[in-house]
Structures are given as C-alpha cells and as structure tokens.
C-alpha cells in the first residue's frame, strides 16, 4: 500500500539552528502538506502545496518556514531558525489524485526537539 | 472564534460494544468532514469522511453522522475491539480551494477498550 514516509523520525536541534525536515509524497498525489501537533495539543495547518508553489498558508506558516520539492519525490520543510515553541511532530501530507478528491494521507512524523 | 471540537476528552468501553465519538464544529460553511484515528507515536490514520450534502456514511464497522442543523458529527464504531484504542480526530475543510484540504482538527478523544 502506498504510503507517505518522512525523515528523520526525531531531531534534537539547539535554538536558533536551520532544520530540514523531509517528506516522500504518494506518488501520483498531487497536493502536499505539512502539519504540526504540538505535544498533547489538536494537529494544526501549516502549509499546502500544488504545482511548485505554495497554495494555502495558515498564520503559523510566518518568514521562518519554507517548503521546497527540490525533485520529483522529495518535499522539504526547512525551519530557518529553530525556536524553542517550534518543538512538535511534524507530519506530511500528501492527496489527490485529482484535484479534488481523496482523503489526506499522512505520514508517520517527525519529531522535532529544539533545546 | 470557529473551531472544531469534540465534547469528550476520554471514552472507555467494553470490548465488544458499540463507540460514539461527537463532534461539534461552529462554522456552518464547512463542506467536508473527516474522521482521524491516531495511534500513540503514529500519524493520523483515514477512517472515514463525509460531506455536506450527506448526513449519514457507513463504512467497515463504522458510521459517520453529521448534523447540520446543529453543527455536530458523531462517529460510531460496531463491535469495538482492543485495536481501535486510539484518539479520534474529527477535522472540517475550510479550504476555500477546490482542490486541496486546510484541515481544522478538534483536540481529540481518547477512546479506551477495555478488554
């Protein structure tokens, strides 16, 4: 069964430092995402994404987080300079095989930890 | 301000029994609801959605209820079983696109089975 997978499953970071967190879509999907759940807190919208450019942002989303499909498969969530409120499970998402349709399909998470 | 949420923080029943799960959200133009199942140290897993223009679906061993006139969502599990211990998810759609999915999670219920 496809699935979504994500690297790393944790990081530990200092405050302040770049983190990549990365993502392997469902091929074929043509949506992709990336939410956040905080821990012991609901899943919250971050950021959508469909034909290389950012579709939908939620005011989480501010100028310290990026998103980037550098290839065909990969999809990149990049925290400039990690904060302590950042620490959460971050989770990829990806839908659609056309527009429209399916259900959100994510992946296992990855949890960061910022000191 | 709008929100998803869920009445019950915890739910425990007995192996075998029937599950309800509700649900209640506050903005009336929301057009599609889905239902999460999230296991411990696991990404949110599909079980069943519905939308606006249905007020029931049935799937395996579960069923989704949606009142509009009341904005509320109930999810009900048959025969629940020591595997669907889990927190329950109810999320709407905001997004103003056609094609992709802003989901707003509720915080979540604790379903507990016991044996």
């Known amino acids: 069964e496809p699935e979504v997978t994500q690297t790393p499953s944790h990081q530990v970071t200092q405050m302040g430092q770049e983190v990549i967190l990365r993502c392997v879509p469902i091929?074929?999907?043509?949506?992709f995402y990336w939410y956040r759940q905080i821990l012991g807190q609901k899943v919250e919208f971050l950021v959508s994404?469909?034909?290389?450019?950012?579709?939908?942002k939620s005011e989480i989303f501010d100028d310290q987080f990026s998103v980037e499909r550098p290839d065909g498969s990969n999809f990149t969530l990049k925290i400039r300079s990690t904060k302590l409120e950042d620490s959460a499970m971050y989770f990829c998402?990806?839908?659609?095989?056309?527009?429209?349709?399916?259900?959100?399909?994510f992946g296992e998470g990855s949890r960061l930890t910022v000191l | 301000g709008e929100s998803v949420g869920l009445h019950l923080p915890t739910l425990s029943v007995q192996e075998g029994d029937n599950s309800i799960i509700n649900c209640a959200y506050s903005?009336?133009?929301?057009?599609?609801f889905i239902w999460y199942k999230q296991e411990s140290g696991k990404g949110p897993q599909f079980i069943i959605d519905?939308?606006?223009?249905?007020d029931k679906r049935q799937g395996q061993r579960v069923t989704v209820l949606l009142n509009k006139t009341v904005k509320h969502l109930s999810l009900q599990i048959a025969a629940t079983q020591p595997g669907d211990s889990a927190v329950y998810f109810c999320?709407?759609?905001?997004?103003?696109?056609?094609?992709?999915?802003?989901?707003?999670f509720g915080k979540g219920t604790k379903l507990s089975v016991i044996p």
């Open positions: 998402a990806s839908s659609g095989l056309r527009r429209g349709t399916g259900e959100l399909f």
């Open positions: 091929s074929n999907h043509l949506y």
């Open positions: 994404f469909y034909n290389n450019e950012i579709s939908e």
């Open positions: 903005n009336s133009a929301s057009d599609y």
């Open positions: 519905i939308r606006s223009n249905m």
């Open positions: 999320a709407e759609n905001r997004s103003p696109g056609a094609g992709s999915y802003q989901l707003t």
